[in-house]
């Protein structure tokens, strides 16, 4: 992978300036998500199930060292283009203790900053004591989601490519084939492409009305279909859903889809630079409450920011964070067997989604608040 330098130095820019911001002398980062985003899209993990991998990277005012076993370290200086963008690494046997980051900065010839007295963050837990460690991982999360014009169009091509894999493996489920088989086939289009299907959920008939978050399972398919993918390149992630129907479609379920889709509208038109989460929330709530189903937000969550975690952080009610020219939002509206699901860029003029899926049936759902009518994904009928 060659690394974009002109990134990674903006992003050690903005990561001492947050440093300055929090009193920091240093950071300790652990994460795969925040280990990805401070490399410009290196691959430090191994285990693509664990958040955490066998990398930590510690930063301070004038030094980044990336700390990790011999084993890692040929791969992160060849293929992943660390040291040639100013990394120190340093690794240790993979038989032996590996080192702690904290006796990494205690020694003498690692200079800190001692205006900050010596408080260190940390974007996860540490077996250390109390006092010295500052927990970092919500402030950085929103610090990861301003996203540089460069991650904007990574993230547009990992969009259309998420939606090209979706797309594949919607063509080819048939009834008769299990959960297994068409989470196989999900694997399959996104894997080729270069893409990690972090989130792989796929649901038949009736466990689409019990569970939102529905694990493969050997299932076999009759009527009803739901796909959803977390697809993750480069460090950077973009989500979607589509569902599918073989033979008439149910008045009740067409019912639901149709309000998904008029909540997903009214989340995508006020996701504007400026919106507090807590708003977006509100507006879901609104739209649930016209659509016949006011209850249905306690349900299940409506989505949030995403950028190199799913969801960096949910709307929440009263939520204050607001978004910004260039963050990628996923909402996620659902009721039971139907869902709404697209990842969106915040655009200075509009929104604009990156997953759409040329081809795809559409309703024309209306924002009731503003009139403003935006195309969300209907139900695939075949």
Known sequence: ?????????????????????????????????????????????VNTANGEGPVTAVITADRQVILTSEIEAPRLR??????????????????????????????????????????????????????SIVDIAGPL??????????EQRRAEVLGADCAAAMQDACDAVEPGQSEYEIAALLWKHTQRRGIQAIVNLVAFDGRI?????PLPTSAVLHRHAML??????????TSM??????????????RRQNAAAAVDAAMINASRPGTTTGEILNRAIAAYTTAGFPEAWRE??????????????????GGEDRLA??????????????????????????????????????????DERTGVAIERPDILIR
């Open 1 to 45: 992978m060659k690394i974009n330098n002109d990134e990674f130095l903006e992003k050690l820019i903005r990561l001492r300036e947050f440093m300055k911001r929090e009193g920091l002398a240093a950071c300790i980062l652990r994460r795969t998500a925040s280990l990805a985003w401070i490399t410009a899209g290196a691959r430090t993990y």
């Open 325 to 366: 020219s260039g963050m990628l939002c996923a909402w996620n509206p659902s009721l039971p067997g139907a869902k709404s699901e697209d990842t969106v860029l915040v655009g200075e003029d509009r929104p604009q989604v990156l997953t759409s899926t040329p081809g795809w049936p559409m309703i024309q759902a209306t």
């Open 228 to 237: 959803v993918l977390c697809g993750r390149r480069d460090g950077m992630i």
């Open 78 to 131: 060849d293929e992943e283009g660390l040291a040639s963008t100013g990394w120190e690494i340093i690794a240790d046997a993979w038989y032996g203790p590996a080192q702690n980051p904290l006796d990494l900065l205690r020694d003498p010839g690692f200079d800190t900053d001692a205006s900050s007295d010596n408080r260190t963050g940390c974007d996860t837990p540490v077996p250390i004591p109390a006092g």
């Open 209 to 213: 009305h019990r569970y939102r978050h």
């Open 141 to 150: 999360a929103r610090l990861r989601s301003q996203l540089l014009p460069v």
């Open 300 to 317: 299940h969550h409506q989505g949030g920011i995403t950028g190199y975690e799913p969801r960096e952080f949910l709307a929440l009610p």
């Open 241 to 254: 859903t589509r569902i599918l129907h073989f033979g008439p479609l149910p008045e009740e379920i067409r």
